[in-house]
């Protein structure tokens, strides 16, 4: 059965400190991972998926099959940063089914 | 237009009410998908459409009962819901891509409760 786990359900760091928001996955067929963020009152959106190797917001993430770990990093985190933050593992079965881990709440202070 | 656009933004009902909710997107997406979120909690899914025939519906009580019209709009028809029903519930889309999909595309949501 597939399965994400966000051991964090907050993590709170001060303005230009580095965060790492952790992600872990259970999957037997060829993962899709993504990070999809919810800022307050706006809707889910996503933030990285693994194929793509961006770096969307300073924000970046790699795919580690071995630790099976797909952590979300920042160097440098700012106050917009704050949000809800969901690891998401995708299956491509002629759609895209989504199984979300519970989510880490970033709450970066001044 | 990047949008996925649901109606209305909030619900009450009573739990003898018939209402339905609504979602539509134009970036000709082929896939449409209801999603379940309770309060702190991740988005569950509950139905997917995929080329407008329904794919997936993850052991959901016979009271929701989705709909999808045409390849812009997807439904959801409540009918005897209970408290416990009462949840954000969310549509998204996605498309086929170069052997992958595109990212799901979420919209707002609908606040739905209970009464």
């Known amino acids: 059965a597939q399965r994400v786990t966000q051991p964090e359900k907050l993590l709170s760091v001060f303005k230009g400190a580095p965060v790492e928001l952790k992600c872990n996955y259970s999957y037997s067929g060829s993962p899709e991972l993504f990070w999809y963020v919810q800022y307050s009152r706006q809707r889910l959106q996503l933030l990285l998926r693994?194929?793509s190797r961006e770096s969307i917001k300073g924000f970046t993430a790699d795919l580690n099959k071995g630790e099976t770990s797909f952590h979300l990093k920042k160097p440098f985190a700012q106050e917009e940063d704050s949000a809800m933050y969901y690891c998401a593992l995708g299956q491509n079965t002629g759609f895209q089914k989504l199984v979300f881990g519970t989510g880490t709440r970033l709450l970066v202070s001044p | 237009d990047t949008e996925v656009t649901q109606t209305p933004k909030h619900l009450v009902m009573g739990m003898t009410n018939k209402k339905s909710l609504k979602c539509e997107q134009h970036?000709?997406?082929?896939?449409m998908y209801w999603y379940k979120q309770k309060a702190k909690k991740p988005p569950e899914l509950m139905f997917v459409y995929s080329y407008e025939k329904l794919s997936i519906n993850e052991s959901v009580p016979s009271r929701f009962s989705p709909e999808c019209p045409n390849s812009s709009l997807l439904n959801l028809h409540l009918h005897a819901l209970q408290p416990e029903d009462s949840a954000l519930y969310l549509c998204a889309s996605s498309h086929p891509a170069g052997g992958s999909y595109t990212e799901a595309f979420f919209g707002q949501g609908t606040r739905l409760t209970v009464v």
């Open positions: 970036m000709g997406h082929r896939a």
């Open positions: 693994h194929i």
